[in-house]
């Protein structure tokens, strides 16, 4: 039975991650989450939910050795969900997870667009660089520790969303405005995974050791072009949309001069022109292998998104 310990449980991912865990009807037999006091002060009602659940809340600095690892004590599978920005945070807590004798398996945050999709490529694209180092650390240092790479393709929901005024030529999907904006020609096809589906593949991965270990494994919901995902939207919208395109090379242009002005934004062109061009797409998904292939569809996804943009838009 697996005793998890989370890291990054209340972030974007990690509360899906969570969840999941949370709801579970098997294989886990404990689980806690390892998060700051400044964590614990800020979301004080998901924590006190958490811990209605029976979660275990241990406070401490993700930078201590000493609080990590006792932490680390009552476990044997650590599952991390830490941002883009504290990526690299993961190879300190592999190397003390290394030295423990309890801890066998790691899940590093590797949710999102695969960064190894590529041997030409992937290594030289600037998002990629910092789980990059992880991927070395783990492959060069880590002897004892079992490891899982959960490779889900971009998030739907943030994907179908609305983009900031200043951003939205790197695609949008405008429900009150009735208007999108795709990349390339429309056609191209994509494969997403929706937030709620994050977390059932993560535990899927985690209940399945065997087929799981040491493995990239490559997982999603559903693949869907851009002229796809807007025929659903304007389907359930009942409305035709007002469309426009951001077509490749104009998008190459937009995330090349993104990087020369360093704009926080550069990420999220680079991203989406990897997406674009099939930076996602796999002759056979892994959903099969961990028994994970009741995922959500297209259509569920675009209701969830419109409701979304409609409450958030009273």
Same mark, same amino acid.
């Given at each position: 039975?697996?005793?998890?310990?989370?890291?990054?449980?209340?972030?974007?991912?990690?509360?899906?991650?969570?969840?999941?865990?949370?709801?579970?009807?098997?294989?886990?037999?404990?689980?806690?989450?390892?998060?700051?006091?400044?964590?614990?002060?800020?979301?004080?009602?998901?924590?006190?939910?958490?811990?209605?659940?029976?979660?275990?809340?241990?406070?401490?600095?993700?930078?201590?050795?000493?609080?990590?690892?006792?932490?680390?004590?009552?476990?044997?599978?650590?599952?991390?969900?830490?941002?883009?920005?504290?990526?690299?945070?993961?190879?300190?807590?592999?190397?003390?997870?290394?030295?423990?004798?309890?801890?066998?398996?790691?899940?590093?945050?590797?949710?999102?667009?695969?960064?190894?999709?590529?041997?030409?490529?992937?290594?030289? =694209? $600037?998002?990629?660089?910092? !789980?990059?180092? #992880?991927?070395?650390?783990?492959?060069?240092?880590? &002897? @004892? *520790? +079992?490891?899982?790479?959960?490779?889900?393709?971009?998030?739907?929901?943030?994907?179908?969303?609305?983009?900031?005024?200043?951003?939205?030529?790197?695609?949008?999907?405008?429900?009150?405005?009735?208007?999108?904006?795709?990349?390339?020609?429309?056609?191209?096809?994509?494969?997403?995974?929706?937030?709620?589906?994050?977390?059932?593949?993560?535990?899927?991965?985690?209940?399945?050791?065997?087929?799981?270990?040491?493995?990239?494994?490559?997982?999603?919901?559903?693949?869907?072009?851009?002229?796809?995902?807007?025929?659903?939207? =304007? $389907?359930?919208?009942?409305? !035709?949309?007002? #469309?426009?395109?951001?077509?490749?090379?104009?998008? &190459? @242009? *937009? +995330?090349?001069?993104?990087?020369?002005?360093?704009?926080?934004?550069?990420?999220?062109?680079?991203?989406?022109?990897?997406?674009?061009?099939?930076?996602?797409?796999?002759?056979?998904?892994?959903?099969?292998?961990?028994?994970?292939?009741?995922?959500?569809?297209?259509?569920?996804?675009?209701?969830?998104?419109?409701?979304?943009?409609?409450?958030?838009?009273?």
């Amino acid at each position: 039975m697996a005793k998890v310990l989370i890291f990054g449980a209340t972030g974007v991912a990690g509360k899906h991650i969570t969840h999941a865990l949370v709801h579970s009807k098997e294989g886990i037999a404990q689980l806690g989450i390892f998060t700051s006091q400044n964590t614990v002060d800020t979301k004080a009602d998901f924590i006190q939910k958490l811990k209605s659940k029976d979660v275990s809340i241990h406070v401490g600095d993700v930078t201590n050795e000493q609080d990590v690892l006792a932490a680390y004590k009552n476990y044997n599978t650590i599952v991390n969900a830490a941002g883009r920005n504290a990526i690299l945070s993961q190879i300190d807590l592999l190397r003390w997870a290394e030295k423990t004798s309890n801890i066998k398996r790691f899940f590093p945050s590797e949710y999102g667009t695969d960064i190894e999709y590529s041997p030409e490529t992937s290594p030289h =694209e $600037k998002p990629h660089q910092l !789980k990059l180092k #992880v991927r070395a650390f783990i492959k060069e240092h880590i &002897k @004892r *520790l +079992e490891h899982t790479y959960v490779v889900t393709g971009p998030y739907a929901e943030m994907a179908f969303g609305r983009m900031p005024p200043a951003i939205e030529v790197a695609g949008t999907f405008d429900v009150q405005g009735k208007r999108a904006i795709l990349l390339g020609t429309g056609d191209e096809p994509v494969s997403y995974t929706s937030m709620p589906d994050l977390g059932n593949l993560v535990v899927a991965a985690l209940l399945h050791s065997e087929e799981a270990r040491n493995k990239a494994l490559k997982v999603n919901s559903f693949t869907a072009s851009g002229k796809e995902v807007l025929a659903e939207f =304007e $389907k359930q919208t009942g409305e !035709k949309w007002n #469309v426009k395109f951001t077509p490749m090379n104009e998008l &190459k @242009r *937009l +995330e090349k001069e993104a990087w020369e002005k360093e704009s926080p934004m550069a990420t999220v062109y680079t991203l989406r022109r990897i997406w674009t061009e099939g930076g996602t797409l796999y002759k056979e998904r892994d959903n099969e292998l961990i028994d994970a292939e009741d995922t959500e569809t297209l259509a569920t996804v675009v209701a969830r998104v419109i409701s979304t943009q409609t409450k958030a838009a009273m």
